[in-house]
């Protein structure tokens, strides 16, 4: 059973440009919104995130963008720079409301290859 | 950086053969999280562990096991290593069930089962 759905699968822009990348979930009992940063060869890295009672939050170039109701929530990338060039993950964490051992743990989108030409 | 170290950080192994992953940490942050990522599937949990001595199952626990005997190290051990398990595996680890929750990763183990 597929928890989490990120969307598109890869990206390409150009420099400059504004990335999007969409994440819809089932599960209600997540509490906790984050995006990961993958660079090749590397591990992932926390980029930003989102708590529930927020619908936008703004971190420099990158925004994220909470729907609870749709049960979506988005990752934008102003001014897209070849350096954003990485695999991004959304992995929302299961709260209290999960119980037993899913508490406190990511469940991890498939991921979004973005590209960004010069 | 963490502070979290992977080892070995690419290991070629035959079908059938114990393999052992080790991660350590210097930050003594209590969570630890055994990752593989496959294309197409991002990152699914393995095992992880929120104190010494205290572990539990994710959500593809088939076929490996994981011990924590010091806050700093978790290995993972794959028992009878098979083909599917060829993949790149990622410790991570979390200071607590505190704000920020965020989880530090490893560099990660490339693994190739042949």
């Known amino acids: 059973q597929q928890q989490v759905k990120q969307s598109p699968q890869s990206l390409i822009v150009q420099k400059g440009g504004i990335s999007i990348i969409n994440c819809a979930y089932e599960?209600?009992?997540?509490?906790?919104f984050p995006w990961y940063q993958q660079f090749p060869g590397k591990g992932p890295a926390l980029l930003i995130a989102i708590r529930p009672d927020v619908s936008e939050k703004k971190e420099g170039r990158f925004t994220i963008s909470f729907n609870k109701s749709a049960k979506q929530f988005s990752l934008h990338i102003m001014d897209s720079q070849p350096g954003d060039s990485a695999t991004y993950f959304c992995a929302p964490r299961e709260g209290a409301r999960a119980g037993g051992t899913s508490y406190g743990k990511l469940t991890f989108g498939q991921g979004t290859i973005l590209t960004v030409h010069p | 950086d963490a502070g979290i170290t992977q080892s070995p950080r690419h290991k070629v192994t035959e079908t059938g053969t114990p393999v052992t992953l080790r991660c350590h940490q210097t930050?003594?942050?209590?969570?630890m999280y055994w990752y593989r990522q496959d294309p197409g599937h991002g990152l699914r949990l393995i095992h992880y562990s929120y104190g010494v001595k205290d572990t539990d199952k994710g959500e593809v626990s088939d076929g490996y096991s994981v011990s924590r005997s010091k806050t700093e190290d978790f290995l993972l051990t794959l028992e009878s290593a098979t083909s599917s398990q060829t993949s790149v595996y990622f410790c991570a680890t979390q200071r607590g069930e505190v704000n920020p929750y965020e989880q530090y990763f490893g560099p990660g183990t490339r693994l190739t089962v042949t």
């Open positions: 599960n209600t009992a997540f509490d906790y």
């Open positions: 930050e003594n942050h209590r969570y």
